[in-house]
């Protein structure tokens, strides 16, 4: 079945250290994203690519950094920059139209903690 | 800049009684509308879209939304609440021509029996 698969399912973080999620998706879809949940704030878009090698900013991509290299996969590296990385992470991906209301597909989401 | 508002970030229903889930959006000209629903510790999955062939649209589950330009809502309402329903929900704009969706802060679905 086609689908978003987010690795892994939960991590935790040390102070000052980089952390990598990883983000693949079997549905040749041509755009995918990063949103961050936090409780009663609903989705913010961290970044998003609409092709590969291709990449640009969401509403709050500061201390965060992403790489599209391959169509399927979009991993996302929250670094030590970001002050307060403790968040629920999602990724989706839709295709690429402008034109259509194409719906995203999400993965699963990975639970980032601070120890 | 388009937004999305959802009033009530927590709606408590009994079972087999009406669901109803408030949204309004800001947009100057109509955008594209979607509901999506999320169930514990996982992604969202979408609920229905507004594609403008009609206003009231039908989804998922036995939910339906209905587009009023004059109103700029997009509520989501259900019959017969189930237990199952319980979960959060997400109002989401997308601008049409654009690749951004924004989402609003959900609201919280809880089904008493």
């Known amino acids: 079945d086609g689908g978003i698969t987010q690795s892994p399912k939960y991590l935790f973080r040390k102070e000052g250290q980089n952390v990598t999620l990883s983000c693949e998706q079997n549905l040749n879809h041509d755009a995918m994203y990063w949103y961050r949940q936090d409780p009663g704030q609903g989705l913010r878009l961290i970044y998003y690519?609409?092709?590969?090698?291709?990449?640009q900013k969401g509403d709050i991509a500061e201390g965060y950094s992403v790489s599209r290299e391959k169509k399927e996969s979009f991993p996302l590296t929250v670094t030590s920059a970001q002050k307060n990385p403790t968040a629920f992470y999602l990724c989706a991906s839709s295709i690429r139209d402008r034109v259509t209301n194409e719906k995203l597909f999400f993965g699963s989401g990975t639970q980032l903690s601070v120890l | 800049a388009q937004s999305v508002t959802q009033l009530g970030s927590h709606v408590s229903v009994s079972e087999g009684a009406l669901v109803l889930l408030r949204c309004n959006y800001s947009?100057?000209?109509?955008?594209?509308l979607f509901w999506y629903v999320q169930y514990p510790n996982q992604g969202l999955q979408l609920l229905l879209k507004?594609?403008?062939?009609?206003?009231l649209v039908k989804g998922i589950n036995g939910f339906e939304a209905e587009f009023k330009k004059s109103e700029t809502s997009f509520h989501l309402t259900k019959p017969s609440a189930h237990m199952s329903d319980a979960a959060e929900y997400f109002c989401a704009v997308r601008k049409t021509g654009g690749f951004k969706t924004i989402f609003g802060a959900g609201t919280r679905l809880f089904v008493k029996a």
């Open positions: 690519s609409q092709i590969v090698n291709d990449f």
């Open positions: 947009s100057s000209v109509p955008p594209y």
């Open positions: 507004y594609t403008s062939a009609a206003t």
